[in-house]
């Protein structure tokens, strides 16, 4: 799988999880400053990230800045995106299974090496739900892109 990674600071947490993904075999689009590099905004390496999901050259993105939250909104601003801002496991398995969420952002400030290996573990072992009542709900996310 083809995962868009983009982040606005170049942090120890950055290189785990590039190393991580590495790790679990996929591939990997880095977004970014270079370590040691000064930081860039957070809306720019977000829209370049979410882009390449929706421009079909990446299957799914990872999102980070200080808090998570910024890159969660802009990446929600992209018609197609649901990005999840995730803390714990269980969050980003609910993101995936009821969210069908497409971007997982995440905060450079709380989280953990084991906390993002604990979500990383859920984010890809978690289907999207495809029973009726759950695919309604994302019907009607999705006709939000239109307003």
Same mark, same amino acid.
């Given at each position: 799988?083809?995962?868009?990674?983009?982040?606005?600071?170049?942090?120890?947490?950055?290189?785990?999880?590039?190393? *991580?993904?590495?790790? @679990?075999?996929?591939?990997?689009?880095?977004?970014?400053? *270079?370590?040691? *590099?000064?930081?860039?905004?957070?809306?720019?390496?977000?829209?370049?990230?979410? @882009?390449?999901?929706?421009?079909?050259?990446?299957?799914?993105?990872?999102?980070?800045?200080?808090?998570?939250?910024?890159?969660?909104?802009?990446?929600?601003?992209?018609?197609?995106?649901?990005a999840a801002l995730c803390q714990d496991a269980e969050t980003a398995k609910g993101a995936r299974?009821?969210?069908?969420?497409?971007?997982?952002?995440?905060?450079? @400030?709380?989280?953990?090496?084991?906390?993002?290996?604990?979500?990383?573990?859920?984010?890809?072992?978690?289907?999207?739900?495809?029973?009726?009542?759950n695919k309604k709900q994302i019907d009607r996310i999705n006709t939000m892109d239109n307003i």
């Amino acid at each position: 799988m083809k995962i868009a990674v983009s982040t606005d600071e170049h942090t120890h947490l950055v290189d785990f999880l590039l190393k *991580e993904l590495s790790l @679990r075999g996929h591939e990997i689009a880095y977004v970014g400053p *270079e370590k040691g *590099e000064d930081a860039q905004d957070w809306p720019v390496v977000t829209l370049a990230a979410v @882009r390449k999901v929706v421009d079909g050259l990446a299957d799914e993105a990872i999102v980070l800045c200080w808090t998570g939250t910024g890159s969660s909104i802009a990446a929600n601003k992209v018609p197609g995106i649901r990005a999840a801002l995730c803390q714990d496991a269980e969050t980003a398995k609910g993101a995936r299974i009821w969210n069908h969420a497409n971007v997982l952002a995440l905060s450079l @400030r709380a989280i953990s090496e084991q906390i993002l290996k604990e979500i990383l573990d859920q984010w890809f072992a978690t289907p999207y739900s495809v029973d009726e009542w759950n695919k309604k709900q994302i019907d009607r996310i999705n006709t939000m892109d239109n307003i």
